[in-house]
């Protein structure tokens, strides 16, 4: 089992608690915490799956996800999104441009492991 | 005994004693205190002219010669006073409303402003003025002899030239000094009417004087006289020729109205329309006394003088045979009078008609620069004008040499008068009939001159003189119907009758013909309905005083154009410059030029300038005109400046309308990005609470140090969140209004200190440079809440200086009324397009992750706004900085 996340979020107690969540399920989590070089950290470390945050500093997650699929390598790469603003107009742009997933703060941590889970066996 | 010297002295004491009155009345016109002048008496005394020395001396000879035809010359201008004053009015009117300067002014304004019509009229009154200036000079000079032959001193000169000479120059030099002393523009004497006036009075008391001399002193009473006027076999029967008769009274009322003398004291020195009515019964009483003694004058001179002496100077031999000198010398002074009187009127006349409508027009001309000369050309109008009637006596002198000075008084009198008459079809046609036309104007008055010249003016200086004598018995080159005295083979005519009917009768026809079968031009057709219509073009009757109602109709006008306020502010200006009380300062041309630019700036320079000139000097179109323009020139500029005041309005609104909108728009996306940061703000510690809470739950065999870990991200995320809330709440309440002020006396510096302690229990590292002299200041406020301001902008700095070793320098100052305290650290600042959107809610700036929500400084901006100072961003400290601005009464207050 070498499934790999890359965890791209800004808030440090959110990290610890995905990466903890992630962890006892047997990912191999790494994390990345501003938005302006992510989508460089994503080439260097070719994830199984993505867990993006709207809201980051120096860049959008919706600007970094846009230039994922973009990307040859990157294209069909499963992103999970989270973000702290519910309002639907959120959803409707990320569905748009991509997500795989998107889900809303504060999640249930087992509805986050399900969620990547159905991402990566998809 | 009869002193020639004597009558020279009294003569010249008689001169200097009218120079006296008429600079007088001159200085005293100026003055503006002549009302007395403009009396209705002066008036009629000054048309008194109509009596020159013709009537004083030659009605005696007319009367003694021909009985009483004399009477004609007096009845034809009673008539047209009397009968007729109603067209007197019109011409008076139409002179005032036009600016009328002269007959030929009158004339050649009439039919279109022509000045080919104007130097024809002139050219004709000169030429006929011309015998009857000799006349006056002949008269004189005769008076002058009968003198010198009464006195035994006096060696009896061989002929007169020397004194028509003399006389001549005298009267030129008197009328220049008084007729051209200023030029006012409407060509009013009131120094020469005035010394006229006193004329009219001298020359009448004279004849009277020597009338009731003749009647009881050597008449022996009223009966006997006029029982020896019944026995005398001349003036005895009433020899009446009707056609003669008709003719003369024709011929003199026609001259009122034609002669440019009259002309001139008539219309162009008239005050006021008003004094036409007193003039229409004073006049024909003054020529009434005129004539009363005139018969039994002349029947006692020709039954008392020897045979042979000249009637025309029975008024003045009968008291000096009679040894009365001081009657005579009286009676010589009458006839001076009536001479001096004419000669200096009709001289000015003729000289403003010469310089008017030949000199200037030729002068201008010859400048090359047409009507727009810049510089002031006054100075040679006086030039022409003095040249002129220098000119205009010399003629008269060669008329007088040229003729021999020896015809009857009365025959150069009537032939003058018929020379003027010839204006009258022109004249009268064009006040009454607008269908005349300059071409039958011109036309008329070319015929009837020039048949007058041929009938009457050539003939007049006698058999072979000018026209051979063959001529006149046989016409030219022996053309018999062009014979002078018998035109078209009609023969059996007094010469004067036959002449005067000739020329008006072709004159006429030749107007009505011309006139009939030409089309006026445009100019001839607006000035035609002026001159018909002049009742309803100009304003009722109103007396003109002179600069100051000129002043009051630019102000009138100037009030239209300018509005009331700016008006009287800039007359009253200009008063005061020249040291004038009130609103009326002279309209002098410094003044006009000031005005006319002001009015400019109102209508444009070109109808400015056709305004100020139209009520200062003569123009086309009428004041009234003008004002009508100016009327509707105000309306439609109140009008349009209604409509732009409206559309600015309307501009107004509109630019409101876009900001209210871009506000509301602004106000609807900020109410969604504020839902949004709120949303945001709120869900990311409860993400960390959930997920925490969940693994600690969930999650079997964690540590006891991952449990107290997590823990305690659960009690610093909750915490996170009721300060976020706080802090919402101290927001909301402050934008609402609601927040109630603690306010106390206190420290400045304290206040400091304790926001300082505050902030560094966030661990800040900072270090702080302050005065604390200057902090020495007492405020009265709510010190915890300025302290939380300053709170707040310690622990930013703290949070976000990025210096290696970060400095805080809080420095206060004292300025007008407010007192500030300025925070500058010594990191890179805040960038220029950030500036404005710090104190906005929820904003942070750049990427720290600085753990505050972005609501501390729009609380700043809330609390400073409550306490009544300000915060702002304060740029080019080469650092972040803000000031704080308190009022300065609630530290002075506080003192």
């Keep these: ?122 | 005994m009869a002193s020639l010297n004597l009558l020279v002295a009294v003569s010249l004491i008689y001169v200097a004693f009218l120079f006296a009155v008429a600079f007088g009345a001159e200085r005293a016109a100026m003055k503006g205190r002549a009302g007395w002048l403009r009396s209705p008496v002066v008036y009629t005394l000054s048309l008194s002219i109509y009596c020159t020395a013709w009537t004083f001396y030659g009605a005696v000879g007319y009367a003694a010669r021909s009985g009483l035809e004399y009477l004609t010359i007096y009845i034809g201008p009673s008539i047209v006073m009397i009968g007729w004053v109603w067209a007197l009015r019109k011409i008076v009117r139409i002179g005032r409303s036009q600016r009328i300067t002269s007959v030929a002014d009158l004339i050649s304004s009439r039919y279109g402003k022509s000045n080919l019509l104007a130097v024809a009229v002139t050219l004709i009154a000169v030429v006929g003025t011309t015998p009857y200036i000799a006349l006056q000079l002949q008269s004189v000079t005769q008076s002058v002899a009968a003198f010198a032959a009464a006195d035994p001193s006096v060696v009896i000169p061989a002929d007169n030239r020397a004194t028509a000479l003399w006389v001549a120059a005298g009267l030129a030099a008197f009328t220049v000094l008084f007729g051209t002393r200023n030029l006012d523009s409407n060509e009013r004497h009131h120094g020469v009417v005035m010394a006229i006036a006193l004329e009219a009075v001298v020359k009448l008391c004279a004849l009277l004087a020597v009338g009731i001399f003749t009647v009881w002193g050597i008449g022996g009473g009223v009966g006997q006289t006029l029982a020896r006027i019944d026995a005398s076999a001349q003036l005895g029967q009433w020899q009446m020729a009707p056609g003669r008769w008709s003719g003369l009274i024709f011929l003199s009322g026609a001259a009122l109205l034609c002669l440019p003398r009259m002309f001139q004291v008539l219309v162009v020195e008239n005050e006021d329309e008003r004094h036409l009515r007193t003039a229409s019964w004073a006049f024909p009483a003054y020529m009434i006394a005129m004539s009363l003694f005139v018969m039994p004058i002349a029947v006692a001179g020709l039954s008392m003088l020897p045979d042979g002496a000249n009637p025309d100077m029975f008024v003045l031999t009968l008291p000096l045979s009679e040894g009365r000198t001081g009657l005579a010398v009286f009676s010589f002074l009458g006839g001076f009078s009536s001479a001096t009187s004419m000669v200096i009127v009709a001289a000015i006349a003729l000289s403003t008609m010469v310089s008017n409508h030949i000199v200037m027009p030729i002068w201008l001309s010859l400048n090359g620069k047409g009507a727009m000369v810049s510089g002031d050309v006054r100075h040679v109008v006086i030039m022409a004008r003095r040249v002129s009637i220098i000119g205009v006596l010399f003629l008269g002198y060669l008329y007088y040499r040229l003729s021999g000075g020896g015809t009857a008084l009365a025959a150069i009198g009537l032939i003058s008068f018929s020379g003027v008459v010839q204006f009258l079809p022109s004249m009268l046609g064009g006040i009454f009939w607008r269908g005349a036309t300059r071409n039958g104007a011109l036309a008329g008055l070319i015929l009837g001159f020039a048949t007058w010249l041929w009938c009457l003016f050539l003939p007049s200086f006698g058999d072979g003189v000018v026209l051979p004598a063959g001529v006149l018995a046989h016409g030219p080159w022996g053309i018999g119907w062009l014979r002078p005295y018998a035109l078209f083979g009609i023969t059996g005519l007094d010469p004067l009758v036959h002449g005067v009917l000739w020329s008006i009768l072709l004159n006429t026809l030749a107007f009505l013909g011309l006139s009939i079968f030409s089309f006026p031009s445009p100019m001839e057709r607006l000035q035609g309905a002026q001159f018909v219509n002049v009742y309803q073009h100009s304003a009722s009757p109103r007396g003109w005083s002179g600069g100051i109602a000129q002043s009051e109709d630019l102000m009138i006008m100037a009030q239209r154009l300018l509005g009331a306020h700016e008006a009287q502010k800039l007359f009253q200006s200009e008063a005061a410059r020249q040291g004038v009380q009130g609103y009326l300062p002279d309209p002098n041309a410094a003044f006009l030029q000031r005005l006319e630019r002001e009015l400019s700036g109102s209508v444009g320079a070109a109808t400015a300038h056709a305004m100020v000139g139209q009520i200062v000097g003569g123009a086309a179109v009428s004041v009234e005109d003008l004002m009508a323009v100016a009327d509707e020139t105000a309306q439609i500029m109140e009008y349009s400046s209604q409509l732009e005041a409206k559309s600015d309005e309307l501009v107004r609104t509109a630019r409101q309308l876009r900001v209210a909108n871009a506000k509301l728009t602004q106000l609807s996306v900020q109410k969604d990005a504020f839902l949004s940061q709120i949303s945001h703000e709120l869900r990311t510690p409860m993400t960390s609470i959930r997920a925490f809470s969940e693994i600690m739950r969930d999650a079997p065999g964690l540590t006891e140090g991952q449990k107290h870990k997590y823990a305690n991200i659960i009690h610093d995320e909750t915490v996170r969140l009721t300060r976020l809330l706080d802090d919402l709440l101290d927001l909301a309440v402050l934008e609402n209004g609601q927040v109630s002020l603690n306010l106390t006396r206190a420290r400045l510096g304290d206040i400091l200190d304790h926001a300082v302690a505050a902030a560094n229990g966030d661990h800040s590292t900072i270090k702080l440079r302050r005065d604390r002299a200057q902090e020495a200041i007492w405020l009265q406020t709510d010190s915890d809440r300025l302290a939380q301001v300053f709170i707040n902008l310690i622990a930013n700095a703290g949070k976000y200086c990025d210096a290696r070793t970060p400095e805080l320098r809080i420095a206060v100052r004292r300025a007008d009324a407010a007192l500030m305290v300025d925070f500058i650290d010594n990191g890179a600042g805040i960038e220029t397009e950030q500036q404005g959107l710090i104190f906005e809610k929820f904003s942070r700036i750049g990427d720290q992750k600085a753990g505050g929500a972005g609501l501390g400084l729009a609380i700043c901006r809330e609390i400073m706004s409550r306490l009544g100072g300000s915060i702002t961003y304060l740029p080019g400290q080469g650092g972040a900085a803000f000031r704080v601005t308190l009022p300065l009464q609630a530290a002075i207050a506080a003192q």
Excluded: C
């Design chain 1, 1 to 122: 089992m070498g499934k790999s996340v890359l965890v791209i979020e800004d808030e440090p107690n959110i990290i610890e608690a995905i990466s903890f969540i992630l962890s006892r399920d047997g990912w191999h989590v790494a994390t990345h915490s501003n938005g302006i070089d992510a989508v460089e950290a994503v080439r260097a470390r070719r994830p199984d799956l993505v867990i993006l945050d709207v809201m980051l500093p120096g860049r959008s997650g919706y600007d970094i996800l846009r230039e994922l699929r973009a990307g040859p390598e990157t294209g069909g790469l499963p992103v999970l999104m989270l973000t702290a603003r519910g309002q639907p107009k959120d959803r409707a742009m990320a569905e748009q441009i991509g997500a795989s997933r998107f889900m809303t703060k504060p999640f249930s941590n087992a509805e986050v492991l399900e969620a990547v889970n159905d991402l990566i066996r998809a």
